[in-house]
């Protein structure tokens, strides 16, 4: 037993149950300063302002080094659309994600594979139309044409990968149709 019986061992209770609840507060300080200097990083490297926007590209583990991903978020939901990327979708996504520098060793890679294994967030393209929203007002009328028609073609580019039933008929599927017709709206 504690020094000082019953009433040593209360506040060595105390003691213990006080410093928990610092490391707890602690960590949580330490937590908000960290997704603060992401956001910092992140808004930076986007040119993005909206606080609400880079609170969910934190929370979506969307940072800084890994914005070059968020370009590629359209591609990730045409090739989730029918609800499975199948390996002919995941090479035209992976194909273009290296047509845009981003290489296995670039960190935005993991983040792409992980999008690819395992069905992103549905907020994800919620996030990534936020971030056209935000960037239009800062792009010539020719550059936002060039930036969708160059969006919207990776895009159909992963649809059209896997192909109709043997390869006949049509390419794209409704589902896929459909976020194809998000995408082109966002830019609206």
């Known amino acids: 037993m504690s020094a000082g019986g019953f009433k040593g061992r ?3 209770l105390e003691e213990r ?3 928990e609840q610092d490391k707890k507060l602690l960590e949580a300080l330490r937590e908000q300063a960290a997704s603060k200097e992401r956001k910092k990083a992140l808004a930076e490297a986007s ?15 969307v940072h800084g080094e890994t ?16 609800g499975a990327v199948d390996a002919k979708e995941r090479g035209a996504v992976l194909a273009a994600a290296e047509q845009r520098g981003i290489e296995p060793q670039h960190p935005g890679h993991a983040l792409l594979e992980r999008w690819l294994q395992e069905k992103p967030d549905a907020g994800l393209l919620d996030v990534w139309k936020g971030y ?3 960037l239009a007002p ?15 073609g990776r895009a159909r580019a992963v649809a059209e990968a896997a192909g109709g039933l043997l390869g006949l008929g049509n390419k794209v599927s409704r589902s896929e149709q459909a976020v194809l017709d998000s995408l082109e709206k966002a830019f609206d």
Request: charged share 25%; aromatic share 6%.
């Open 138 to 152: 800062s792009l010539s009328q020719s550059a936002r044409d060039a930036l969708k028609t160059d969006l919207l």
């Open 17 to 19: 149950f006080f410093s």
């Open 47 to 61: 040119g993005i302002a909206d606080e609400d926007l880079l609170d969910r590209l934190d929370e979506l583990d």
């Open 132 to 134: 056209v929203a935000g």
């Open 67 to 82: 914005l070059a991903a968020l370009s590629l978020v359209p591609l990730i939901a045409v090739a989730w659309a029918d």
């Open 10 to 12: 209360t506040k060595e």
